[in-house]
């Protein structure tokens, strides 16, 4: 039986985790990974607008199906898409990244080429995206075998992009040794535990747990990456422990559990009382690790106090001055989840929706929109939130039973969700895929619009346009001509991209907006709504609101 080329193996081997998908650019150098792509079944490629949308797109993805393949060419193409594998290491996603690059014989001869600087150093580029990713590889036909289950283990160890190098001409050459046929990601083992270690820690924590008068539970993405937030909704369900997530961890829980008390973000916690039920707690068991950002601290405004906190993570854990090693977050929640006994507590503060409000002919507004959109989500749905104001509105809204979301407020690389949405809606087999985002951002990377009506993928997408960055004005203040966006008529792109059968409309009034909402109700395909929000609605938080999110006023001047 002849053996699989490089380029061939590689990819058969990532399939088997479950990735069906291969998101990229075609490029010269990388023709021997491309083609490769056609020759592997069960894998299909999906060529997108640029590299930097594609690294987006797979960030989609791996959120949905747990881990991507990103394909770039040399210099140009795997450059361009940095920022997108950057955010896939903040936000814990396990993108492979291969890039192609010129043959070594090329290199040997040191001969110059293009997708260079004109000199005969051709691993230069190598440092900088190994940077984005926390594992790399040069791959050959003698250590193809070995150094892929390396690479592979370390990505999903370490739930992070990895970078592998394949040349053009390597690419073709059959592997050399027994190839390996690999499992499913759900069935692979992602990390050891240490039996002591493990057993002293989930003592500590079953005993902190029996002498707390008031604890409370946070669960973070991080449980989601590791594919354990089923189990630790699991637990705080047998334990019956109110559980809250942060504005960064929206969407990994589903929010009508009855010990789900709501989003907390110190003064900016929603409903104001998971601020009390949290900063009160005599214990927080935080399971995947509280990141105490800008934007999960009401802008630093009340840094949690995690001295009251067991904070599991992926592979240690923190109890008071207490650090257990080599703990894998499945085992220890499988532990605690077969010794959890269930308690009593008070009810949950209530959860109010939003009131529908607005006339027939009022303007679109934000208050008027993000109610009615809520009450269109159905179990299934997946909600992509934009960075900017959309997700100061969106944070906060309690999601209906069975519909999740997914946001990149760490990162926050504007653009992004769009591509995403194409990865997401890809990756998904059941439920739409709703993407909310700004006229600012989408301008970004729009261009995804004509990848997803050459794939029939089926968004349900929201642009909402006030001609402005208007998250910078509430950031900062009104009235500069950088924040000011090109006109646009947005709603006329889809047809422009090529996107056949859309629903595709403007609306400038409420009535309009309940006439969008029932077609996309009744429409099956794909539908893009540009909905008109007054500019003005952006006004400056206060000043010293601001300040703390910056730090620039002199202390006491």
């Not at 059941?430 to 729009?446: A, E, I």
């Not at 998250?471 to 008529?489: F, P």
Request: hydrophobic share 40%.
């Amino acid at each position: 039986m002849t053996s699989p080329t490089v380029a061939e193996y590689t990819l058969r081997r990532l399939a088997a985790l479950g990735i069906d998908k291969v998101f990229g650019v075609p490029g010269d150098y990388a023709f021997s990974v491309d083609n490769a792509v056609e020759r592997v079944a069960g894998l299909d490629w999906v060529g997108c607008a640029n590299e930097l949308n594609a690294a987006y797109a797979a960030d989609g993805y791996a959120r949905i199906r747990g881990a991507a393949i990103l394909s770039t060419t040399y210099g140009v193409g795997e450059l361009s898409a940095l920022n997108g594998v950057m955010g896939s290491k903040a936000h814990r996603l396990p993108v492979f990244h291969i890039v192609g690059m010129p043959s070594e014989r090329i290199q040997h001869l040191k001969l110059i080429t293009h997708h260079n600087l004109g000199d005969t150093r051709y691993d230069r580029f190598q440092s900088i995206s190994a940077t984005a990713c926390c594992v790399s590889a040069v791959l050959t036909p003698d250590n193809c075998v070995d150094e892929l289950e390396r690479v592979i283990r370390e990505a999903l160890r370490q739930s992070m992009p990895a970078y592998i190098v394949i040349s053009q001409v390597n690419g073709v050459k059959p592997v050399l040794g027994s190839p390996i046929a690999g499992t499913p990601l759900d069935e692979v083992k992602r990390q050891r535990s240490d039996p002591t270690e493990l057993a002293a820690a989930v003592a500590a924590i079953t005993a902190k747990l029996a002498a707390a008068q008031s604890p409370v539970a946070a669960i973070t993405t991080l449980a989601a990456r590791y594919g354990v937030a089923d189990k630790a909704v699991e637990l705080v369900s047998k334990a019956n422990l109110p559980v809250a997530v942060t504005p960064n961890d929206k969407g990994v829980l589903d929010e009508s559990l009855p010990q789900y008390i709501g989003l907390y973000a110190a003064q900016s916690s929603n409903p104001p009382e998971v601020r009390d039920i949290v900063e009160r707690a005599d214990l927080i068991l935080d399971l995947g690790g509280l990141m105490l950002t800008e934007l999960n601290t009401g802008l630093w405004g009340d840094v949690l106090d995690t001295s009251r906190a067991i904070c599991i993570h992926d592979n240690w854990i923190r109890s008071g001055t207490d650090v257990y090693l080599n703990v894998a977050i499945d085992d220890v929640l499988d532990a605690l989840i077969t010794g959890a006994a269930p308690r009593t507590r008070e009810p949950a503060p209530a959860i109010a929706l939003p009131d529908l409000t607005g006339s027939a002919d009022d303007p679109t507004s934000s208050a008027s929109f993000y109610p009615r959109l809520r009450r269109r989500l159905r179990a299934d749905d997946t909600l992509v939130i934009e960075t900017g104001t959309c997700m100061l509105h969106l944070n906060g809204v309690r999601l209906p039973a069975g519909v999740g979301a997914e946001g990149q407020g760490l990162w926050g690389s504007i653009g992004w969700a769009t591509p995403a949405t194409l990865g997401i809606a890809m990756a998904k087999t059941s439920g739409r895929t709703w993407l909310v985002t700004g006229d600012g951002s989408h301008q970004l990377t729009l261009n995804e619009l004509a990848v997803m009506g050459r794939y029939g993928v089926t968004p349900v997408i929201f642009v909402l346009n006030n001609g402005l960055y208007g998250i910078e004005d509430v950031i900062s203040e009104r009235g500069h001509t950088y924040d000011d966006l090109a006109a646009v008529q947005y709603h006329r792109l889809p047809a422009a991209f090529g996107c056949r059968d859309w629903l595709s409309v403007q609306v400038t009034t409420v009535a309009e907006l309940d006439d969008a909402l029932d077609a996309i109700d009744e429409h099956d395909g794909a539908a893009y709504v540009e909905v008109m929000i007054p500019g003005e609605e952006s006004q400056p938080l206060p000043g010293d609101v601001i300040d703390r999110g910056y730090k620039l006023r002199t202390p006491g001047a």
